[in-house]
DNA sequence: AATTGCGCCAACCGCTATATA
DNA sequence: CTATATAGCGGTTGGCGCAAT
């Protein structure tokens, strides 16, 4: 049906992979001849090589004439921080808050976009925190929404404490990252005891380290 | 111009809950 | 009551397009 088509069938011989316009046309005529549900009944009738499931998911995430299409508002993105904090993970409720969009669709927004903004929002509100025992003030924001460092004072890794190490690397930019894997492999016990492990920074500046009257906030400079 | 790396997102998979025969 | 089919959910995968090298 369609030369492009790269994934193999499933084990029962059913297409998967990206639909083709043909498959979504005989999808809809099915709908529209048989209504919503009954998609086990779809390959049978209409011999579309689609297994059951295939069929349900394409119709509730493309083919349903109720999908909004296009970006997602500033208005719809604050719902599903604000949703997404009360709720967690549970992708189908928040999306029931959101006409016209997708349980997967805010799975993947969340993933990709909001996950990261609220991560750097989260790191330069805690930076903020924290900047009253800096020397010098930072140009902020430290962290710009797209995870790359801004102004003079390039940070190459930002470690909130020992477990979020990795979760901090994965909100810098990929030159950053590298920095930050580097710097991970360093014997961190014998540069910081652990317990003050809370909040280092590290600039791409004169190399030098330097202690806050805080022990918690301690500015390495790189 | 060709290759590589990466982000995005559609689609799949495993699992559970519910409905139906 | 049991077996099977269907629906629903959330995590994960993989193809595609584009930017960087």
């Not at 316009?21 to 919503?36: N, P, S």
């Not at 993970?89 to 996950?115: C, F, H, M």
């Not at 003050?196 to 918690?216: C, N, R, T, Y």
């Amino acid at each position: 049906m369609d030369s492009k088509k790269t994934t193999p069938p499933n084990k029962l011989g059913f297409n998967r992979g990206s639909w083709t316009a043909a498959e979504d046309k005989i999808l809809l005529d099915y709908v529209a001849a048989h209504g919503v549900g009954k998609w086990g009944k779809v390959p049978k009738t209409t011999g579309l090589n689609r297994c059951s499931r295939s069929c349900r998911l394409r119709w509730l995430n493309y083919l349903r004439p109720d999908i909004k299409r296009g970006n997602i508002s500033e208005d719809e993105e604050d719902l599903i921080v604000r949703l997404h904090n009360l709720l967690g993970n549970r992708w189908s409720l928040i999306a029931g808050r959101l006409p016209g969009r997708t349980d997967n669709e805010i799975k993947n927004y969340w993933n990709t976009v909001l996950q990261k903004k609220v991560k750097v929002k989260s790191i330069n509100d805690r930076i903020k925190c924290k900047s009253s025992t800096r020397r010098t003030e930072p140009s902020t924001p430290l962290i710009n929404e797209h995870g790359s460092c801004t102004g003079k004072e390039r940070i190459e890794a930002v470690l909130i404490n020992e477990d979020e190490m990795l979760d901090a690397s994965s909100s810098l930019s990929v030159g950053d990252r590298d920095v930050f894997e580097q710097l991970a492999s360093f014997d961190t016990d014998r540069l910081w005891p652990r317990s003050i492990f809370d909040f280092e920074f590290f600039f791409e500046q004169d190399a030098g380290v330097w202690g806050g009257d805080d022990s918690l906030a301690s500015v390495v400079w790189w």
